[in-house]
């Protein structure tokens, strides 16, 4: 719930305070703001198929918060659980069904990106979890876009034990 409300209250804000300054831009300005943020975003996901989050996380910002299954973690802990979870894959795959792209100001942007995640552990087992989706307040920082808040959830997920069909 407070998780909820921080970010009710963030999107207020930056809707709130901002709307003069994407009234401002150009569509050519918040056309290369959503290349630069894809570019990000897609970095991310190759980075995570490849099981580099320590690239992965040179996109986030060590202000991070990010909010899933109801918790609410730091940058530390974020960055800890993804490691963990490279470290005990032999593949990830992140498979996009839908991004979304919103323009917030000249350094803020949101994504959405819904897609399915296939998890193969070092043991065999085979986790999909669809669908599974983020949506991230990207922030541009010493020139470069940060994700600075996160929040992930996810629908359906299936394990399947290493030897069973």
Same mark, same amino acid.
């Given at each position: 719930m407070k998780a909820r409300i921080l970010l009710a209250l963030a999107l207020l804000f930056c809707f709130g305070c901002t709307s003069q300054d994407t #009234? %401002? *831009?150009?569509?050519q300005e918040r056309d290369q703001i959503k290349? @630069?943020?894809k570019?990000?975003?897609?970095? $991310? &996901? /190759? #980075?995570?198929? !490849?099981l580099d989050a320590e690239g992965a996380l040179q996109h986030y910002?060590? @202000? *991070? &918060?990010? /909010?899933?299954?109801?918790s609410q973690n730091d940058y530390q802990t974020y #960055?800890?659980?993804? $490691?963990? &979870?490279?470290?005990?894959a032999a593949s990830w795959k992140l498979v996009p069904i839908h991004e979304e792209i919103m323009v917030l100001t000249? !350094?803020?942007?949101i994504t959405t990106w819904v897609g399915k995640m296939e998890y193969v552990a070092k043991s065999g087992d085979k986790t999909t979890t669809d669908p599974q989706a983020y949506t991230d307040?990207?922030? #541009? $920082?010493?020139? %470069?876009?940060? &994700?600075i808040y996160e929040h992930a959830s996810a629908g359906g997920e299936v394990t399947e034990k290493a030897g069973e069909k």
């Open positions: #009234k %401002q *831009l150009s569509q290349t @630069e943020v570019a990000a975003l897609d970095d $991310i &996901v /190759v #980075k995570l198929d !490849n910002s060590p @202000e *991070l &918060v990010h /909010v899933a299954d109801g #960055k800890k659980g993804w $490691i963990d &979870v490279n470290n005990s000249k !350094n803020l942007a307040l990207f922030k #541009k $920082i010493d020139g %470069q876009w940060k &994700v």
